[in-house]
């Protein structure tokens, strides 16, 4: 589990392409020195799977779904990309709980800033836009959000970052028209199956 609280902006530094999987080489001292064999990492909010490092990197395997279900399969080298290590049980849950698993990908559609904060609409799988409210929590490339507004319409939100966010994470380079890994509040969708059970049940 994860909080959506980016502990470090690391870079790709290799990617082997195989027949059904790829292996990303990610450069992060940070992340580095705290990680173990067999660790579990958020990488863009994917959750994957330490299987070498040293003291400045790190390799994790990613499968031909998760390639092409989520924007993974899209970075390339020098690609800067969010990292959190999965959260301790004494750790305070700072952000909101985060599985690591990537329900969709949004599209950039607008950015617009100001001195105080960037605003960035994105564009949501239709089938999403049912789990997100206004106010409630998003994560995008692994970062816990807060929805802003919506638009049902055009199956679309808002988020706005501060400059805290943007200087931490990579979403300070993202621009119009970029794919971004989407996880939904996984409490919504536990709230819809007990629903439909209940009234299967019935």
């Known amino acids: 589990m994860f909080t959506g609280l980016?502990?470090?902006?690391?870079?790709?530094?290799?990617?082997?392409?195989?027949?059904?999987?790829?292996?990303?080489?990610?450069?992060?001292?940070?992340?580095?020195?705290?990680?173990?064999q067999g660790d579990s990492v958020s990488v863009?909010?994917?959750?994957?799977?330490?299987?070498?490092?040293?003291?400045?990197?790190?390799?994790?395997?990613?499968?031909?779904?998760?390639?092409?279900?989520?924007?993974?399969?899209?970075?390339?080298v020098g690609s800067a990309v969010n990292l959190e290590l999965a959260t301790r049980t004494a750790d305070r849950l700072g952000g909101h709980i985060v599985q690591g698993h990537v329900?969709?990908?949004?599209?950039?559609?607008?950015?617009?800033?100001?001195?105080?904060?960037?605003?960035?609409?994105?564009?949501?799988?239709?089938?999403?836009?049912?789990?997100?409210?206004?106010?409630?929590?998003?994560?995008?490339?692994?970062?816990?959000?807060?929805?802003?507004?919506l638009n049902d319409p055009a199956d679309q939100i808002s988020v706005w970052l501060i400059p805290e966010t943007l200087a931490k994470t990579n979403l300070s380079h993202k621009q119009v028209g970029d794919l971004l890994n989407i996880e939904v509040d996984v409490l919504a969708k536990y709230v819809e199956r007990l629903i439909a059970r209940g009234q299967d049940d019935k």
């Open 103 to 149: 329900d969709g990908v949004a599209e950039v559609v607008a950015i617009s800033t100001d001195s105080q904060w960037t605003r960035m609409d994105l564009s949501i799988p239709k089938d999403l836009m049912k789990y997100v409210v206004a106010q409630g929590s998003i994560c995008v490339e692994g970062v816990s959000l807060t929805v802003g507004e």
């Open 6 to 36: 980016i502990q470090a902006v690391g870079q790709v530094a290799a990617i082997e392409r195989q027949e059904s999987s790829a292996r990303l080489e990610i450069s992060s001292k940070e992340i580095a020195a705290q990680i173990a």
């Open 44 to 76: 863009n909010g994917t959750c994957l799977t330490v299987v070498s490092f040293d003291a400045s990197k790190f390799a994790v395997d990613v499968m031909v779904q998760t390639l092409n279900l989520t924007s993974t399969g899209s970075l390339e």
